[in-house]
């Protein structure tokens, strides 16, 4: 009933910044919670930043500082801002949404370099 389409991945330097965008379709007025997650190459899937309805607002620790997870007005887009990136950033990126439902974009992968 939702679908997530995600862009911006690309290759980033360290330090330097990249936004991702995510855009539902669908029931988007049924979403209560966007987030964010990441997946680096041997790793657990990591919840990096989530957004609900009403605007509350979380970080994981690793990107606290760093990263900015926002949505349009419309609420059906979500981005994150990742500023200060560093290689251990590497992964690849997953939009959420949630109705409780839990929806997932195809992934985008966000390299940074060394």
């Known amino acids: 009933q939702v679908q997530l389409v995600e862009s911006g991945g690309g290759l980033g330097q360290a330090g330097g910044s990249l936004r991702l965008s995510c855009v539902a379709s669908g029931s988007i007025f049924s979403i209560n919670v966007m987030a964010w997650y990441r997946q680096a190459s041997g790793k657990q899937r990591e919840l990096v930043a989530h957004?609900?309805?009403?605007?509350?607002?979380s970080y994981a620790d690793s990107v606290k500082g760093r990263f900015t997870i926002s949505r349009a007005n419309a609420k059906n887009a979500v981005y994150l801002q990742m500023n200060s990136l560093k290689p251990d950033d590497t992964a690849v990126y997953f939009c959420?949404?949630?109705?409780?439902?839990?929806?997932w974009g195809q992934g985008t992968q966000v390299t940074v370099s060394s």
């Open positions: 957004i609900t309805s009403r605007d509350t607002i």
């Open positions: 959420s949404a949630s109705t409780p439902r839990q929806y």
